[in-house]
């Protein structure tokens, strides 16, 4: 008698532990692919975020170089051909 309820016990519990385990196991195949993608989307998000710091690294370093007059008006010069008094500007063609 006692060892038919051990065995009944032992049963029911087998029985516990394979449906947990399947439940879990089918939760598991069913959120990895969301976790997965999740993943590589957060490796993108990263890589955007570190070209994002490197732009604002070179802008912030453009601004300082904007509020100097000597370099603007030699950006000036170059980019627009924009003389001083008594300069004569010959743009040549390669």
Do not use: C, H
């Amino acid at each position: 008698m006692k060892n038919k309820k051990v065995r009944r016990r032992l049963k029911i519990y087998f029985i516990t532990v394979v449906g947990l385990l399947s439940f879990f196991g089918y939760k598991m195949y069913y959120y990895w692919p969301k976790i997965f993608s999740n993943y590589r989307e957060q490796k993108q998000l990263e890589q955007k975020y570190e070209d994002l710091l490197e732009d604002e690294e070179l802008l912030s370093g453009e601004i300082i170089k904007l509020k100097d007059p000597d370099y603007i008006a030699r950006y000036a010069r170059e980019k627009y051909l924009y003389s001083k008094d008594g300069e004569l500007i010959i743009k040549i063609v390669e």
